[in-house]
């Protein structure tokens, strides 16, 4: 689907259309829950499109201060409009903001993705009665103010302080040290007059870690600073520009005792601490947060191949016979092998999020319900994904850059502003190396249980059945079978998670303490983390291709997605399954020979699979991957809005160029 279908297509990208084995609809409607979600996804998109409010320059010719006040143009238009037109429901508000932000970050992102969403898991009923009508319709705007200048993941080395008088009833919320400030949070700078503060909660001489906390920044009236309050924008960033990241700083600013969130821990009247019944109770807005980045991060990584693949079809170079015409670089093996990995990644990541989100919504049922079972497999899990599709999504998105040669590197192609943007997505909500450890403790937990014999469920229900030895001799294995592909994966993981947890345990042994035993197998850590995040996304993508609800030729195309996803990873990891001989250096050579065989089966379908995301071209943002292919003249009509083409002769020449060439022409 796009705009550009009204064009005359390239006749390359057409004749790709034209040769592909399936119907790209039926993976669209797969993609985005069936064909009725398909019909109303183009509706809403439609409806933004064409929407002469949210009509602009292309971000790339706009100044830092310009593209803040369009994000906030456009967050009110679409608040409106969503209001007006009874827009609600997750995917529906979701589709229509991405329609009316093309590509940009939103000022007030974090009032929806964070303030809202801590408010409704963690404040009382009547503290919800007070903030939440506010916040929800925008009557206040408020952000989340975690994150400081000298700590960020590291929460419990957050030094803001919230010391409570009992005298007064109040907090006094206080910045000790520069190192103390808060740092980085959206939509401080200029836009939110309240935040949600998690500082250290300090009462009867007793300090009990981070607690969220209702802080008012500014004036509802004029929009100033409150007294006791410095606050700002943190200055340009590497993407973003769009959104004011700000600093905060507090003097023993005072708030009510009731400003404090205490849905799950208390502080009475005299200062009494009620702690919560479960300390991961307060988990539920992080979950929430990681899920929504592995759909973000998935849904980045489907537009990067959507622009390279295109452009890949539409690129002729080089000579590949003497004397035939330059073929279509996506012909050349060396391209597949850069592009499709990332596409069945793209599709794999894609399914991944659907059971984050799945299993959120699921989770958050059952904890209202008391039961809290899986909170910890589910923490666990959201953090390692989060970590381990961003990476391979940041990476990816400039492997598909570079795919695109020089044309690439140009904002243009929409892959530097894509790249920029996205990769973010490694530090903010947790930076991935420690998000793989939290992933790994809990994972040596989890193997230390099944030592015991203690039954295990879930995603981690592997390792119940971790095999202590090598179990070569089965004889040469078919590495196209799906279910010997994941029994790879799965061995892999349970292998390395007893690894680190045996090397965790002779560290300890060798007397070393737990803190020193645990930086010293940090590595080894790191490894099995991704080693599980790897197998559940092969383990969900095998099996949500077989429970496909698709016809015979999409489950076909999935199928060979998913064993090339599956392949790739052993190849690219192989030191892992050769360790312990799990595979043979034989059938190291079968899979080689596989992935040569799946980049060419991949290739007939490239383009059917991308457009199966079904990026409209005002979506996806890329003169280089455009849905006609008509790539050349729009460049050249793209470069020519240059803001430095508004004039033949720049004021420059005259200020500076002129004269030097004169001074140089007078002394010859």
């Not at 006791?228 to 708030?255: C, Q, Y």
């Not at 539920?284 to 973000?296: E, H, N, P």
């Not at 452009?311 to 015409?325: A, W």
Request: aromatic letters at 10%; charged letters at 20%.
């Amino acid at each position: 689907m796009s705009s550009a279908k009204r064009t005359k297509t390239n006749p390359d990208l057409q004749k790709e259309r034209d040769g592909a084995s399936f119907n790209p609809f039926s993976l669209t409607c797969l993609l985005h829950g069936g064909e009725e979600n398909v019909e109303r996804k183009r509706e809403l998109e439609r409806l933004a499109l064409d929407d002469p409010e949210l009509q602009h320059e292309h971000l790339s010719f706009l100044s830092r201060d310009e593209r803040y006040t369009l994000g906030l143009k456009k967050t009110i238009r679409f608040l409106n409009k969503c209001w007006e037109l009874d827009i609600t429901g997750i995917q529906d508000v979701n589709t229509y903001r991405r329609a009316v932000f093309l590509g940009m970050l939103e000022p007030l992102s974090v009032h929806y993705g964070m303030f809202l969403p801590t408010l409704l898991s963690q404040a009382t009923e009547a503290q919800q009665e007070k903030w939440l009508s506010q916040a929800l319709n925008y009557a206040i705007i408020g952000t989340y103010a975690q994150t400081e200048m000298g700590h960020g993941t590291f929460l419990r080395g957050l030094e803001t302080m919230a010391t409570y008088d009992p005298k007064t009833e109040e907090f006094v919320l206080h910045s000790p040290t520069l190192s103390s400030a808060k740092w980085w949070p959206g939509g401080l700078g200029k836009s939110s007059n309240h935040a949600l503060v998690l500082a250290q909660l300090y009462t009867q001489g007793q300090c009990y870690g981070m607690h969220p906390f209702i802080v008012q920044l500014r004036s509802t009236e004029d929009h100033t600073p409150l007294p006791g309050i410095t606050i700002g924008d943190i200055g340009p960033k590497f993407g973003f520009d769009e959104v004011d990241n700000g600093f905060l700083m507090m003097d023993h600013v005072r708030i009510p005792r009731e400003n404090m969130l205490m849905k799950h821990s208390q502080v009475l009247p005299d200062g009494t601490y009620v702690k919560p019944a479960n300390s991961k109770l307060a988990y539920g807005t992080m979950m929430l947060v990681r899920s929504y980045i592995v759909s973000d991060a998935a849904q980045s990584l489907c537009r990067a191949c959507t622009i390279a693949v295109r452009y890949s079809c539409v690129r002729r170079q080089s000579e590949m016979k003497p004397g035939e015409p330059e073929p279509q670089v996506l012909d050349y093996q060396t391209q597949q092998y850069k592009l499709f990995p990332l596409l069945s990644a793209a599709y794999a990541f894609y399914l991944a999020s659907h059971y984050m989100m799945n299993t959120y919504f699921q989770l958050s049922g059952n904890i209202s319900q008391g039961d809290l079972s899986q909170l910890p497999e589910i923490h666990a899990l959201s953090a390692g994904l989060k970590a381990f599709t961003t990476q391979v999504m940041s990476s990816g998105i400039d492997t598909c850059r570079m795919a695109c040669g020089g044309h690439g590197y140009s904002h243009a192609s929409g892959l530097p502003l894509l790249f920029a943007n996205a990769t973010a997505g490694c530090t903010y909500e947790g930076e991935n190396t420690v998000m793989f450890l939290q992933t790994a403790r809990y994972l040596v937990k989890c193997y230390g249980a099944s030592r015991t014999n203690e039954k295990l469920s879930g995603t981690v229900a592997y390792l119940s059945r971790v095999q202590t030895a090598a179990v070569a001799g089965k004889g040469i294995r078919n590495l196209l079978d799906l279910e010997e592909l994941v029994g790879a994966y799965q061995h892999r993981a349970a292998r390395l998670v007893g690894m680190a947890a045996n090397q965790l345990q002779g560290q300890a042994k060798a007397g070393k303490s737990p803190e020193d035993a645990w930086n010293s197998c940090s590595v080894q850590l790191v490894k099995c983390a991704q080693a599980h995040c790897h197998f559940f996304v092969v383990r969900n993508f095998v099996d949500a291709v077989r429970t496909a609800d698709v016809d015979d030729a999409s489950r076909a195309v999935l199928n060979t997605l998913s064993q090339l996803y599956a392949i790739h990873g052993i190849i690219e990891n192989s030191g892992d399954f050769l360790e312990d001989t799990y595979l043979t250096g034989q059938e190291l050579q079968q899979a080689n020979s596989h992935l040569a065989s799946l980049l060419a089966k991949v290739r007939p379908d490239a383009v059917a699979l991308v457009d199966a995301f079904d990026f409209t071209d005002e979506i996806l943002q890329s003169v280089l991957g455009r849905y006609d292919g008509n790539v050349y003249e729009n460049l050249y009509k793209w470069a020519k809005k240059s803001p430095l083409n508004k004039s033949q002769v720049h004021e420059s020449y005259h200020k500076y160029l002129r004269p030097f060439l004169q001074q140089n022409r007078a002394k010859l």
